[in-house]
Each structure stands twice: as structure tokens, then as C-alpha cells.
């Protein structure tokens, strides 16, 4: 965080810290309302919290769907202070634990006049790398790619693979794969690269692909094989320091 963003989260605690210590109580909280909202077939589908407080200063938000006991549970906490939202919530009942603690927040980014993202630590960076995909089928139609990208100033680039013809390709195909990379590194060496792998690998090749990449530092192997087997993924893992990516592929939950 820059100085600036660190004098503004001082300021907006230091704007909580007076508001809460003016008055007894001002902040505490005065009543807690739930709402159920109608999902299909007549069945709730979510919660709505309204918590409010002794200032005047309301809050919101969205929970499982609540008993009229897990209400009454939320109910005593009236008369605890809302911008305790840490401790609060873990004494709530498990199914109203996300919603209180939106509500809360909701609170406490009012007393601020600040957004919560803010109040809850401020932005980490204010820049993210640019990834490109090489495209092309050949090697002479990804370097001629990559020499356009260069010129766009983009510095970090998913290259793909030679596509496996069968499973359990061996070092042939290491080999083949290792030659492209480094082809690609030494035409961009201030550049850096992740490997797109499209889960076309067994366990097996891509361990061994892997090995024999990390002497060229990768960013990162994306889906080098199918997230079918967590053993074997995790066999892979333990035998490289090159970090795998997962989760593109993925469509079911």
C-alpha cells in the first residue's frame, strides 16, 4: 500500500475509533430483522439480515435460509457493538454467519465512509500482468507471433504445447516440447512464459515434462493433464517445483 492509501485507512479508522468512543453504546446494535425471500416451489431461497443500530446506521445482507430459531439467536446480540464484526460473527448460529457479517461491514463502511474492500485492508496492487496466447501451429508461426506481441509491449505469454499423438509419449516428446520452449525464451529472454498443456497429458508425460522445464523457470504448467485422479495430480505436484494450473477446463461444479 502507498503512503496515501495508508494515511486513508488511519483516517477512516481514526473516524471509527471517535465515533464509537463518543457515546456509550452508539453504535451498538439495536435491532436485528430477518426477511425470507421466495425462491421456486414455495421454498425460501435466501435470507435477508437488517441489522440495525442505536446511530441510525443500518445494514444488509444475504444468508442461507433461517429458522425462526436461528432469528432468535441473532437477537441477542442487541446491545453489542456492530463493528465487533469479527467476534460477532463467530457467535452467531452457522447458517446466518455470512449475512451478519455483510451486514456488519455494511455498518462499519458507513461509521467510515468507506468502501468495504478498503476498511478491510485497502487494494494490494494497482496493476496486473498482461498474459498473452501464442498462436500458431508451427514453431515459425509462433515466433513470428510472439514478435508481433513483443512489439504491443506484452512481456509474459501461454505457449502451447506440441499436441501428444498418442499416451505415453516418452522423451521424444519431451524433447520435442523442451526444444520449443527454449526456442521461445531465447528469441524473448526478457520475457516470460507459462506452458498450455489443454489436460492433453497422462500423469506420467506431464511429470516428466515438467522435470525437464524447470531449468527455463515456466511460470506456470496450465491443466497439464485431466482433473480426474487428485492422487496422481498430486504426485505430479510433489515431483516439480514448477506450479500447475487447474480450474479453465473445469465447467461442472
Not at 471509527?16 to 416451489?41: K, M, N, P, W, Y
Not at 441477542?76 to 467476534?87: D, H, Q, V
Not at 498443456?197 to 515456466?218: F, I, K, N, Q, V
Request: hydrophobic share 40%; charged share 20%.
Amino acid at each position: 500500500m502507498n503512503s496515501l492509501g495508508a494515511m486513508k485507512k488511519l483516517d477512516q479508522f481514526a473516524v471509527l475509533q471517535t465515533t464509537t468512543t463518543a457515546g456509550a453504546g452508539l453504535h451498538t446494535i439495536s435491532e436485528i430483522d430477518a426477511f425470507s425471500v421466495q425462491g421456486r416451489e414455495e421454498e425460501s431461497a435466501y435470507s435477508v439480515l437488517q441489522v440495525s443500530t442505536r446511530s441510525g446506521i443500518t445494514g444488509y445482507g444475504e444468508s442461507r435460509p433461517l429458522s425462526r430459531a436461528d432469528v432468535a439467536a441473532l437477537r441477542t446480540l442487541t446491545g453489542k457493538p456492530a463493528y465487533a464484526y469479527e467476534a460477532l460473527t463467530a457467535m452467531a448460529p452457522a447458517p446466518a454467519r455470512g449475512g451478519l457479517n455483510m451486514a456488519l461491514l455494511d455498518i462499519v463502511g458507513k461509521i467510515t465512509n468507506a468502501p468495504v474492500y478498503r476498511v478491510m485492508g485497502g487494494p494490494t496492487r494497482f496493476e496486473a500482468r498482461a498474459v498473452a496466447r501464442l498462436n500458431g501451429s508451427s514453431d515459425d508461426e509462433l515466433q513470428a507471433d510472439l514478435q508481433k506481441q513483443l512489439a504491443t509491449g506484452v512481456l509474459a505469454f501461454l505457449a502451447p504445447i506440441l499436441g501428444p499423438t498418442a499416451r505415453n509419449q516418452g522423451s521424444a516428446f519431451v524433447k520435442a516440447n523442451l526444444d520449443r520452449f527454449k526456442a521461445l525464451r531465447a528469441a524473448a529472454p526478457d520475457a516470460d512464459f507459462a506452458v498450455e498443456s489443454r489436460d492433453e497429458l497422462t500423469p506420467g508425460d506431464a511429470a516428466s515434462l515438467a522435470a525437464a522445464l524447470e531449468p527455463y523457470h515456466p511460470l506456470w504448467i496450465d491443466e497439464p493433464c485431466p482433473v480426474t485422479n487428485l492422487e496422481l495430480l498430486h504426485k505430479v505436484s510433489d515431483q516439480t517445483v514448477v506450479p500447475l494450473g487447474f480450474g479453465r477446463t473445469i465447467r461442472n461444479p
